[in-house]
């Protein structure tokens, strides 16, 4: 089945320590995405990439960093830098252009 | 910059009553908008896109919505609610690069 997988469902992070979320595709999409969702404000964009080994801020990509090493891969690890991680995280990819964004399950970011 | 704003963030409606989700855009450009449905705890799935072929587009689950220029808007509505329907709804708009801003959301109550 074709598809996005998150892993893992839900991930728990101690004060300043790194943790990496993963995200996979195999639809054979050349655009990934990463998103945070916070309750009452939606999904915002923290950064996407169009082509291996190239990649761009959203709008809240301090304390964030990624690589896209591979095409079906696009990592996001979330640093020590930022103080309030909590959250639910969501990738997406999509072919090139204005195309439709296909999301996966999730990952639930805790704070301990 | 683009944007979208969603009106209420919760709307309650009676099973069979007509579903009217509210979405008005800002943008400098032409745009491409979406609406997603987010069932709890799941990642975002395409309802429809208006890329300018038609101003009234239909998606899936009966649900439509209709592109006015002159009001910016791009409200969400279905005939005929069904207790299936209660999730979250996001509409988007989408940069050049896909860079897709969302609306806060709006949260479907279904009463039977």
């Known amino acids: 089945d074709g598809g996005i997988t998150q892993s893992p469902k839900y991930l728990f992070r101690k004060e300043g320590q790194n943790v990496t979320l993963s995200c996979e595709q195999n639809?054979?999409?050349?655009?990934m995405y990463w998103y945070r969702q916070d309750p009452g404000q939606g999904l915002r964009l923290i950064y996407y990439s169009q082509i291996v080994n190239d990649f761009q801020k959203g709008d809240i990509a301090e304390g964030y960093s990624v690589s896209r090493e591979k095409k079906e891969s696009f990592p996001l690890t979330v640093t020590s830098a930022q103080k309030n991680p909590t959250a639910f995280y969501l990738c997406?990819?999509?072919?090139?252009?204005?195309?439709?964004?296909?999301f996966g399950p999730g990952t639930r970011l805790l704070v301990l | 910059a683009q944007s979208v704003t969603q009106l209420g963030s919760h709307v309650s409606v009676s099973e069979g009553a007509l579903v009217l989700l509210r979405c008005n855009y800002s943008?400098?450009?032409?745009?491409?908008l979406f609406w997603y449905v987010q069932y709890p705890n799941q990642g975002l799935q395409l309802l429809l896109k208006?890329?300018?072929?038609?101003?009234l587009v239909k998606g899936i689950n009966g649900f439509e919505a209709e592109f006015k220029k002159s009001e910016t808007s791009f409200h969400l509505t279905k005939p005929s609610a069904h207790m299936s329907d209660a999730a979250e709804y996001f509409c988007?708009?989408?940069?050049?690069?896909?860079?897709?801003?969302f609306g806060a959301g709006t949260r479907l109550t279904v009463k039977p």
């Open positions: 208006y890329t300018s072929a038609a101003t």
């Open positions: 988007a708009v989408s940069g050049r690069n896909n860079d897709m801003r």
């Open positions: 997406a990819s999509s072919l090139l252009g204005v195309e439709t964004q296909y």
């Open positions: 943008s400098s450009v032409p745009p491409y």
């Open positions: 639809l054979n999409h050349d655009a």
